[in-house]
């Protein structure tokens, strides 16, 4: 990309006379200011609206159901068999759901919305345990990120306003 920030980061910590602490560079703090947002939308966007779906099946009706496919439930390949008013249903667990690598046939307890029962989720999920930690650590690395890139900016800029007036006063004398 652009090799001149770091020189010119080097050149400012060797008038500086640090040479202890390397301060990244615009690139770096650029791309970690990026990490932030993405970590801070992916919380935003997806995590705490799947905890929130989750939630709402708090109500839903209970059924006794069997995992028919086996997979990763948190990635959502999970489906579940049961049934409602005499018919059978077959239905996808949402993705982050905590059936983990069962066997297809594992008996499973589940919620579904009364109107809609291809809406469910394992009884175990309906707390939102999975998306409401993932939206908690996620959002909190983003605020992370954000302070630890805002504080070597701010830290960059001193150095530079330090530099700048000390090699101003040494040309006055």
């Known amino acids: 990309m652009n090799d001149a920030a770091d020189t010119t980061d080097a050149a400012d910590a060797a008038a500086s006379g640090t ?42 009706v209970r059924a006794e159901a069997t995992l028919s496919t086996s997979g990763s439930c948190v990635l959502g ?9 005499g018919r059978t249903v077959v239905a996808d667990l949402p993705a982050g759901s905590g059936g983990g690598k069962s066997a297809a046939g594992t008996p499973l307890t589940v919620r579904y ?7 469910v989720a394992a009884e175990n999920d309906v707390d939102g345990g999975f998306p409401v ?6 959002g909190g690395s983003a605020v992370l990120f954000l302070t630890l890139s805002a504080l070597s ?14 090699k101003a006063s040494g040309a006055e004398q």
């Open 77 to 85: 390949y999970c489906e579940v068999e049961f049934e409602v008013d």
């Open 153 to 166: 900016t701010i830290s960059q800029a001193r150095r530079r306003r330090r530099s700048t007036s000390g």
């Open 19 to 60: 040479t202890g602490i390397r301060v990244p560079s615009r690139r770096t703090r650029i791309l970690v200011m990026a990490f932030a947002l993405l970590l801070g939308a992916l919380s935003w966007w997806v995590l705490l609206p799947q905890a929130q779906h989750l939630r709402s099946l708090r109500d839903g």
């Open 133 to 138: 930690v993932s939206a908690a650590m996620t």
């Open 113 to 119: 919305r009364a109107d809609d029962p291809q809406v």
